[in-house]
């Protein structure tokens, strides 16, 4: 092992450059601080709920481990510190140093903030983390949210989630006219569009509401989630694809005033462990949906459906209208419209021919 | 900001879990180490390939910024050092500490490394990382490395990649006989079993082997990699899917001597920032084959192919053979194909109503 001890004080790091063609490094001053950051994260989501609540609690385990326990994070799950829906204010004042939440809960004061989560028909998982990571998307982010005092990264992804459950069937567009649906954001404002009416439910209560009959239908997440608030007892059309939540991101943000006070490695340990956990809820969900799913097709009472092609290109011509509408309202959100239709054109014609070719293949002459 | 200056020599961070209910905390003692390491990192890549070679230069400039300078990774390009594909014997050995290329490369080593790569007709991208992180995929791995005295974790993937470049078309499964091909590991054992010939063929001539002839075939990773080697200009027929390598991990492999030494905190940067890599790499592709597959079909010598899906079965049936006679002759890869097809049998039920679903509706009716 070529390990040395370290002699306080010197410039190590950056002497080593010197011999080190492939990575030009960047002067480090060593030792490194043992100052301890204490921080509080609040959160949307319920106590230890699989995936997303699960991704709070293993961010603040990683970065305190990696940070050898000078990086020390709570976590409060929604309504403990600040309500679920006030993440937002609370990080951007400087309540607390983190929030983990979903962006499109605040677009009524960024209107462009939906884009961070997911907009219908948009993006799936993949192509939202390489517009992120390797397109724009991160940079334009942090732009969108400096007002605001706050320091975004993605933190998951649930991938495409489910249509939801329905009590009652569509077969044509003509028969979302009237009905009572729980669904957030862009997609339930498409839905109304189409005759729809968007019913506002928070996710503790969608089984008495979907059980009661105070809504019709009800979107959640994917099975992994589903099963949990036990969805299937409440409804027996299980609809898919959800084309309103194709490849909703997560978002970890940080109040920027905090993030200032951390040194260069702890900023980095945050990165790094917001990527890594990216990845992580990702895995999750693909796990847990799968698991979920192979129960929920064992039961007799709920039924599986693809929502037909004819409806989904419908819903698509008002998703279009929404986004156009929102482009005229807001200019962030134009910039950030055109700078994910730029890439998702080009993605479109490369996941025909690897990941839908492949999966195409593979699973439907099986 | 809740900040306090460190105390040296108490346990503190062991001392706040006391009145942290949601995470408890592992004890740890602060101050962190200033030792430094200073590693060899060996790849099988030529020097700044896009994806692969990118990865594993991202890989050591994270673990030193995130460090604070105390893990400085010296990267060095295929054959640097040792042999592109000499990067296993080379950390095991423990002449150097770490190592980044693909495990197939050692299959005459470990006849089960090939699924910790990809293994034809096998899991996607996120179907992998599903299994290693949440299956028992990654717990498996490190036990089939540790008699070798290493420590392996996933830092990238390619997604599904293509078949390749074809100066002959592929109509029927007998258009396979006596075709010359360049189609390293499984992949290519499948070929052969269909009548095709196997070549070996380094990389770096590729180029000239389809263009003279010495091969009627090659395939290479997918748009953004094989537009850098100028394969389009060499062959004129490019068809997808990838059957063989549907989802390609990349392994990070460390001499398990050295991980030792490594102090807990700089452990857990290692794991992270392999996982952060691991996402970074596989949207790198995302981003940069949309880009490049763009560019190609601007260009009237190339012609999209899909492989007929009658030769895609015909193939599979090939696979399936070539995976028993594995699994009859290694226990290990038994194991693990196990593992796989309990996971791939439901998930591919849960792909098909969500990335598939999605992706089918959107793309297909564009």
Known sequence: MKRRDFVAGTLFAAGMSACDTQNPAEEINLPVSQDIFEWNMVTSWPPGLPGLGIGA??????????????????????????????????????????????????RGKVAAAPYYTT???????????????????????????????????????????????????????????????????????????A????????????????????VDAAEWVGPYNDIALGLHKAARYYYYPGFHEPGPNI?????????????????????????????????????????????????????????????????RMHSIEAINDLSQKDDWAKKIEQSISNFMKKSSANQKITELAYLNMRINNT
């Open 119 to 193: 907009v219908p028909f948009g993006l799936n998982l993949n192509e939202m983390n390489a517009w992120l990571y390797y397109g724009d998307g991160l940079d334009l982010w942090h732009e969108l949210y400096a007002p605001f005092n706050l320091v975004p990264f993605p933190v998951g992804n649930t991938g495409v989630q489910m249509l939801g459950w329905f009590n009652k069937k569509i077969q044509t567009i003509n028969d979302l006219s009237g009905m009572k649906i729980r669904m957030p954001g862009l997609g339930g404002e498409i839905m109304q569009r």
């Open 251 to 315: 978002e970890c943000i940080i109040n920027k005033t905090a993030w200032n006070t951390l040194p260069e490695d702890l900023q980095e340990i945050v990165r790094v462990v917001s990527q890594a956990c990216n990845l992580d809820m990702t895995s999750e969900y693909m796990w847990g949906n799968a698991i979920a799913l192979d129960q929920l097709k064992m039961d007799p009472n709920v039924e599986l459906i693809q929502l037909p092609q004819e409806v989904f290109d419908e819903l």
């Open 195 to 214: 005759g729809a009416i968007q019913v506002t439910v928070p996710g503790s209560e969608i089984f008495t509401s979907l059980k009661t009959g105070v």
């Open 57 to 106: 609690t293993n961010f603040a385990k990683r970065a305190e481990k990696a940070s050898g326990g000078r990086l020390k994070i709570k976590v409060f799950a929604g309504g403990e510190l600040v309500p679920p829906l006030e993440v937002f204010d609370a990080v951007s004042r400087g309540t607390v140093q983190m929030g983990h939440d979903s962006s499109y809960y605040h």
